[in-house]
């Protein structure tokens, strides 16, 4: 309650402001807290809660934002926040139309593109920041390691820089696999792909896996006469899933990506299998207990808890729609 009262403290204070010193100070301050606390948000169990709750974090963001444009963690907190809020809300909100024949006239599915967009908008913009231009992208996309080189030359290795040009690259790749009918945009995956192994070579294993999950999609998701490996695919996921036992969301990222997508239904119901297990254990978790106990291994770090959220989530979805998927 201390730091919301600072918050709103600080944010009173850069109205008051004007365009000085002040205003600066006070949306520079808050904007490092508000990136710092950014790793809160992971430890949400509650999807409801984290539905209603983030967009009127975003929203405060976007006005501090206003009153300073070119604050970098204000830039990287909203290219997280809101290609985090697409993947975890829209994204799960569209699963059943995906799967029903539905896509097309999904509303879920225009949100998950609006959200992703605004993701994609604050990342990029806080690349130029760094004087990293989307332009610089598309010239040195089809030079070998071009990408790579100038962002490793233009930013550091800091989680800040890191985040910003994941959930940038995220929300690009997004963008793309939502709208395959678009040569344009599918002519943009090389870019996506060389700043994921810029990050992922500095930091490989941010986010819990989210490496390998893009490596995992981006070879399954191809035909082998594109390049794709399906087989390959399919063994990234095993490998991070054996890595990252408590990550529930990577075995969702697994049936999604590569199960699904050949067909193999005997695999899918092994799936859901594990997650018909652990689904009870979850449930009980949530309660308050009148004695304290130490968690069990699977909820000991409090940093899995959103992703453990989002695969309950959507094995509870997939489940109802089996026979629609297969």
């Not at 109205?15 to 006070?26: D, H, I, N, P, T």
């Not at 606390?37 to 975003?58: A, D, H, R």
């Amino acid at each position: 309650m201390i730091v919301y009262k600072y918050i709103l403290l600080l944010a009173v204070l850069a109205l008051l402001g004007g365009c000085g010193l002040v205003q600066k100070v006070a949306v520079g301050t808050t904007a490092d807290i508000l990136f710092d606390g950014t790793k809160e948000i992971e430890t949400e169990s509650n999807w409801e809660l984290f539905k209603q709750g983030v967009p009127g974090n975003l929203k405060m963001m976007e006005g501090m934002l206003y009153l300073e444009p070119k604050n970098k963690k204000l830039l990287a907190g909203l290219t997280k926040g809101y290609a985090g809020y697409a993947f975890a809300v829209n994204e799960t909100e569209y699963l059943q139309d995906l799967y029903t024949g539905k896509s097309d006239s999904s509303p879920h599915k225009i949100q998950l593109i609006s959200n992703y967009s605004k993701a994609l908008e604050f990342g990029l913009r806080f690349l130029e920041q760094r004087d990293v231009r989307f332009d610089d992208f598309k010239r040195e996309m089809n030079n070998n390691n071009g990408i790579y080189n100038l962002l490793d030359k233009e930013l550091s290795d800091s989680l800040l820089d890191l985040e910003g040009t994941l959930f940038t690259a995220q929300s690009l790749g997004s963008l793309i696999f939502l709208q395959q009918d678009s040569m344009t945009m599918v002519a943009l995956l090389p870019i996506v792909k060389s700043m994921f192994d810029w990050v992922c070579s500095k930091k490989p294993d941010i986010n819990y896996g989210a490496c390998d999950i893009f490596y995992g999609a981006y070879e399954a998701g191809r035909p082998k006469m594109l390049g794709g490996n399906p087989q390959k695919g399919k063994q990234i996921f095993l490998d991070l899933i054996k890595k990252y036992k408590h990550n529930w969301l990577l075995r969702i990222a697994y049936i999604r990506f590569s199960i699904i997508p050949r067909g193999e239904q005997e695999e899918f119901q092994e799936q859901m299998k594990f997650f018909a297990k652990v689904h009870p254990m979850y449930i009980k978790h949530l309660g308050w207990k009148p004695l304290k106990t130490d968690p069990p291994d699977e909820f000991k770090d409090k940093g899995l808890l959103l992703y453990q959220t989002l695969g309950i989530k959507q094995y509870e979805i997939l489940k109802k729609l089996e026979n629609e998927i297969f």
